[in-house]
């Protein structure tokens, strides 16, 4: 950041050029459920939404308003949805109910509407989308995941995707509890056994929860509820979440732990962190070898964390004693399922958000989020929302992408133990006045790059401060004054550091900072840039993924390396190395177009002068 000044004043107002503004984030808290926006708004990466963009409020999704002169609009429910959400579609749209509808039924029927409604059982594939042609605006989501909606393609036809976020957290934290009670006490197999006419009280004797340890992994909506409501059963309570704030944990009693404290002191292990690259099969074989011999396990959240095949083995071993699953990589799973079939597995069939209670309150959400899309507005809970207004956009496209990039290699290089993130600084250099710079946006993709990785919030323009202030992420904005001759330039550079936080990759750590990870980027023909990553200036673009390596400076790095990429076909888009002093310590920043498999990414790590790298998706 060269050629900089930098004045700290009270009031964005106050500011004057060659000044610094320094102010709090979050200045206005948008409530995340029924609020919603007016404007014309457009994806940062939707061609058919850039279209959109440039009409008026209200045809934002080319809806026009529907009244007298309009037909109503047609929705299709494609799963059960409660009535009282029903009712509520109702009122504005024609609603057809189309429950078991068969992959084909749903191709041959879309067209004919302008929304769509399913839970996680309907798959909204790219051929869903586009046999609709052109006509479904909104795909609700009646639930939080949407695994089994396309939101690239979603996205690519234009087609608002909402989902409804928080009104089955405690109807899954309650499932989670009932699964951890009932396999403790055998409930499922003895009343199957005793329907069976077995009456057989030794065989069903359980183990007690209190003074048990709980070990709740991802301590999220879901996982605080569970913690809650296990530590009123009388056990002790330890987390394991690496983006959580420690003060949230300690306020509800449980201790923030790393992950293999977690697994190693737990008697019961209960999953509720999302399915992402990394907690993909995060339970396996390695993981089961570090529990306690009769470990209990509980899944609610997504079947791909476990490695099923070793939860299989681990439980043949009698290593794990107990599993009781909600969820499956395959769903339904295979009727011969071992896993399924093992008798100290307790199943149930993705039943966490199935109450009555959940189910109406879900249903109102995503009734309430599809009419307020069909009308063309902005759901707090949009999942593929356009993120900037079209008249920012011209001019702060290639800015907006640079933020959410910088958001969200950010949080990869979170190491596992790191206690949380303790606030998130973002430094704008930019030689505009900072009357001139309206930094809402950037700090949204900021939260968004930040947030959507590890989480299974999505972040839109209405709901970005509201979801940080939530996760405890204390985002602060700095302006830094910049005399640059291509002043026409809205911004020099951003930062983003995330303070007094663990990295795992050492090298991303500022000198500067007291354990902070910093990255910097600027944008260059147009194109987001990674400029600096702790005190190690790089450059390389932001596209693809990322492979960091920190090494010790000296000849033939990148041609080792570039070998073991190009023996696996694995194309290197950009390549960089920065270091602090000759002979010292150096960064290599690769941008790969593929994602490296684990074998060569270890072959990467064996190179003798590597001393640590990470891979990072953009
Ligand atoms: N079975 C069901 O019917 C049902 C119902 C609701 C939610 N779910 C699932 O439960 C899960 C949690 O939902 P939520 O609403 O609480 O989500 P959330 O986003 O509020 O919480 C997830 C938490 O996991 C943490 N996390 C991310 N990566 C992690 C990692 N590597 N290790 C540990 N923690 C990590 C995040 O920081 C976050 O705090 C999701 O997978 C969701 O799809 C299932
Ligand atoms: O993602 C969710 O909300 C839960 O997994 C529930 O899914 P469901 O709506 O299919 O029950």
Redesign the pocket.
């Known amino acids: 950041m060269a050629a900089a000044s930098r004045t700290v004043l009270s009031s964005p107002h106050a500011a004057s050029p060659g000044a610094v503004m320094v102010r709090a984030a979050p200045s206005s808290v948008v409530p995340l459920s029924r609020s919603r926006v007016r404007s014309a708004v457009v994806s940062s990466s939707s061609p058919a939404a850039a279209v959109a963009a440039s009409e008026p409020a209200g045809q934002i999704l080319g809806a026009g308003s529907y009244g007298a002169l309009w037909p109503k609009p047609a929705v299709l429910v494609a799963e059960k949805l409660s009535e009282a959400g029903l009712t509520v579609l109702r009122q504005f749209a024609d609603v057809e109910c189309a429950y078991g509808m068969s992959p084909a039924e749903l191709l041959a029927k879309v067209a004919q509407f302008d929304a769509l409604i399913v839970r996680?059982g309907t798959k909204v594939t790219r051929e869903v989308l586009e046999a609709s042609r052109g006509r479904l605006r909104v795909v609700g989501r009646a639930?939080?995941?949407i695994?089994n909606v396309d939101l690239q393609a979603a996205t690519e036809h234009g087609c608002l995707v909402v989902n409804a976020?928080?009104a089955?957290?405690v109807?899954?934290a309650e499932?989670g509890i009932a699964l951890l009670a009932s396999m403790a006490r055998n409930v499922s197999q003895a009343d199957a056994a005793l329907k069976a006419g077995k009456w057989q009280r030794s065989k069903y004797v359980g183990v007690s929860l209190v003074g048990k340890t709980l070990a709740v992994?991802?301590?999220?909506?879901?996982?605080?509820?569970v913690a809650r409501r296990a530590k009123g059963l009388g056990m002790h309570v330890i987390a394991?979440?690496?983006?959580?704030p420690a003060d949230r944990a300690r306020a509800i009693g449980a201790e923030l732990v790393s992950?293999d404290d977690a697994i190693t002191r737990a008697d019961f292990i209960s999953?509720?962190?999302?399915?992402?690259q990394?907690?993909s099969k995060?339970l396996n074989d390695e993981s089961f070898g570090k529990m306690k011999t009769g470990v209990r396990i509980i899944n609610?959240?997504?079947g791909g964390?476990i490695d099923e095949d070793a939860l299989v083995r681990a439980l043949d071993s009698g290593k794990v004693a107990q599993a009781a699953l909600?969820?499956f990589t395959e769903e339904p799973p295979a009727k011969d399922s071992k896993l399924v079939l093992h008798e100290n597995v307790t199943v149930t069939p993705?039943?966490?958000?199935?109450t009555v209670e959940a189910q109406e309150g879900v249903a109102i959400e995503i009734a309430e989020a599809v009419v307020g899309a069909l009308r063309g507005e902005l759901a707090a809970t949009a999942v593929n929302a356009p993120m900037v207004p079209a008249e920012v956009m011209l001019e702060l496209a290639p800015y907006v992408s640079l933020a959410e990039k910088l958001g969200r290699l950010a949080v990869q290089l979170v190491a596992?133990d790191s206690g949380g993130i303790k606030g998130v600084k973002v430094v704008y250099t930019s030689a505009r006045d900072p009357d001139d710079l309206d930094t809402r946006v950037l700090r949204a993709m900021v939260t968004k790059g930040i947030?959507e990785?590890?989480?299974?919030?999505f972040v839109n323009l209405v709901n970005a401060d509201y979801t940080a202030k939530q996760?405890g992420l204390r985002i602060t904005e700095e302006r830094v004054s910049h005399e640059s001759p291509a002043a026409e330039a809205p911004l020099e550079c951003i930062q983003v550091r995330l303070s007094h936080v663990q990295s795992k990759f050492a090298g991303a750590i500022s000198d500067g900072g007291a354990g902070d990870i910093v990255l910097e980027g600027r944008v260059k023909y147009g194109v987001p840039h990674l400029t600096v990553v702790g005190p190690y200036e790089v450059d390389v673009s932001l596209e693809g993924n990322l492979i960091l390596c920190r090494q010790v400076d000296q000849p033939g790095m990148i041609g080792k390396v570039g070998k073991i990429l190009g023996q696996r076909n694995v194309n290197i888009s950009f390549m960089s190395v920065g270091r602090t002093f000759r002979g010292k310590q150096a960064i290599m920043a690769i941008g790969v177009d593929e994602k490296p498999d684990k074998d060569t990414l270890e072959n990467i790590g064996k190179i003798p002068a590597i001393e640590e790298f990470v891979f990072l998706e953009l």
């Open positions: 996680s639930g939080v995941g695994d976020p928080t089955n957290t109807a899954a499932h992994m991802g301590f999220g909506k879901v996982g605080s509820e394991h979440d690496p983006y959580a992950f999953l509720h962190m999302p399915l992402t990394a907690t995060v609610v959240a997504r964390v909600d969820v993705h039943l966490g958000a199935s596992g947030v990785p590890v989480s299974s919030t996760r």
